[in-house]
């Protein structure tokens, strides 16, 4: 797999039935190595070990309903109240991110009410906070650490 724009991280992967697997930390579980899940596992080390966010408050690849249509969401942070904090929606490094991207994960977060949202393909990424008395979202340098 290609070199991302993250720090460098170590993995765990193992090989079955001619596919690459990764360990998934959240999912405690191997999963197939796709350039998705690639940029996908770099963004959970980048979020646990650079903004010090706990395993326990991290979920990825939940589905969600909306309009009638199951859909999955890559990352999201809790609170510790429960809340949302944050929701990520991780592309493949070949995939330009553009107002589609945005569109998505707005679209997820009409159900979510994350607090930022973060878009990344590995190689850009992309921070935002919500703003939802004027129904709009603010671009950021980057998403606050964790704090208790």
């Given at each position: 797999?290609?070199?991302?724009?993250?720090?460098?991280?170590?993995?765990?992967?193992?090989?079955?039935?001619?596919?690459?697997?990764?360990?998934?930390?959240?999912?405690?579980?191997?999963?197939?190595?796709?350039?998705?899940?690639?940029?996908?596992?770099?963004?959970?080390?980048?979020?646990?070990?650079?903004?010090?966010?706990?395993?326990?408050?991290?979920?990825?690849?939940?589905?969600?309903?909306?309009?009638?249509?199951?859909?999955?969401?890559?990352?999201?942070i809790f609170n510790s109240d429960g809340s949302i904090f944050l929701v990520v929606e991780c592309k493949r490094s070949t995939i330009t991110i553009n107002q589609q991207t945005f569109d998505?994960?707005?679209?997820?977060?009409?159900?979510?009410?994350?607090?930022?949202?973060?878009?990344?393909?590995?190689?850009?990424?992309?921070?935002?906070?919500?703003?939802?008395?004027?129904?709009?979202?603010?671009?950021?340098?980057?998403?606050?650490?964790?704090?208790?």
């Amino acid at each position: 797999m290609e070199l991302l724009n993250f720090p460098k991280y170590s993995f765990r992967f193992k090989n079955r039935e001619n596919k690459i697997y990764i360990f998934d930390a959240i999912r405690k579980k191997f999963v197939v190595l796709t350039p998705e899940e690639w940029v996908r596992q770099h963004t959970v080390q980048f979020l646990l070990q650079e903004k010090n966010y706990p395993i326990s408050l991290i979920n990825v690849e939940k589905e969600l309903i909306f309009n009638n249509l199951k859909k999955r969401y890559d990352i999201v942070i809790f609170n510790s109240d429960g809340s949302i904090f944050l929701v990520v929606e991780c592309k493949r490094s070949t995939i330009t991110i553009n107002q589609q991207t945005f569109d998505q994960i707005a679209r997820y977060n009409m159900i979510l009410d994350a607090e930022y949202l973060m878009v990344t393909n590995g190689m850009n990424h992309y921070y935002c906070t919500m703003d939802y008395e004027a129904q709009q979202y603010h671009f950021l340098r980057e998403i606050p650490d964790y704090e208790l």
